[in-house]
C-alpha cells in the first residue's frame, strides 16, 4: 500500500517542513534580540534588563539552527498548503483579550481568549477547552493580582475596579 504524498519524506531539504520552520524560529529570534539590541546586558557581575531577552533569542536561535540542520541530514514531511486560520485565529484571540481585559476584567477575557484560539484547530475539544480556560484564568488571577499585586480588573461588571 503507497503512503499518501503528505506523509512521505521528500529529499529536497529546502522543501522540508522541519527546515523552513527551523528557519522561521531563526527570524523570530533574531527579529527578538533585535527589540532588545538597546537594552544593557549588564556589566561587573550584574544582570540588566537586556540579559533575558537577549538570552533567550540566542537559545531559540540555536534550537531553530539546530532543527534546520537536522532537516538536512533527514527525510522529513514536506512543506503542505499554508493554512491562515491559526494563525488569525490565535491573533485574534490576544487582540480580543487586550480590547476585552479592562471592560470586562481577567474573569471573562482570560476563558473568551481560550475558546477564540481553540477556533484555531479543527481538533479541538470544547470541554477541554473551556476547563482549561477556567484553570488558566484561575492561575493567572492567583499569579497576577493576589500574588504579584498587578492592577488587573478582575470583573468590574461585578465587582467594580
Do not use: H
Not at 503512503?3 to 529570534?29: C, E, H, N, Y
Not at 534580540?33 to 538597546?38: E, G, P, S
Not at 477541554?128 to 461588571?157: D, N, Q, R, S, Y
Request: aromatic content about 8%.
Amino acid at each position: 500500500m503507497d503512503m499518501p504524498r503528505s506523509k512521505r519524506g521528500t529529499s529536497v531539504p529546502l522543501l522540508r517542513q522541519d527546515f523552513l520552520g527551523g528557519l522561521a524560529i531563526i527570524a523570530v529570534a533574531a527579529f527578538v534580540y533585535w527589540l532588545a539590541r538597546n537594552l544593557p546586558a549588564g556589566a561587573s557581575g550584574g544582570i540588566g534588563p537586556g540579559t533575558l531577552p537577549k538570552g533567550l533569542a540566542v537559545l531559540l536561535g540555536v534550537l531553530g539552527a539546530v532543527l534546520s540542520g537536522a532537516a538536512l541530514y533527514e527525510q522529513g514531511p514536506p512543506v503542505e498548503r499554508l493554512s491562515f486560520r491559526g494563525p488569525l485565529f490565535i491573533l485574534g484571540a490576544l487582540v480580543v483579550f487586550g480590547l476585552t481585559v479592562r471592560p470586562l476584567g481577567l474573569v471573562a477575557a482570560g476563558p473568551l481568549a481560550l475558546v477564540i484560539a481553540g477556533l484555531a484547530s479543527d481538533e479541538v475539544r470544547w470541554g477541554e477547552t473551556l476547563a482549561f480556560g477556567v484553570l488558566m484564568t484561575a492561575f493567572c488571577i492567583g499569579l497576577f493580582k493576589l500574588a504579584l499585586g498587578l492592577p488587573i480588573p478582575l470583573a468590574p461588571w461585578l465587582l467594580g475596579y
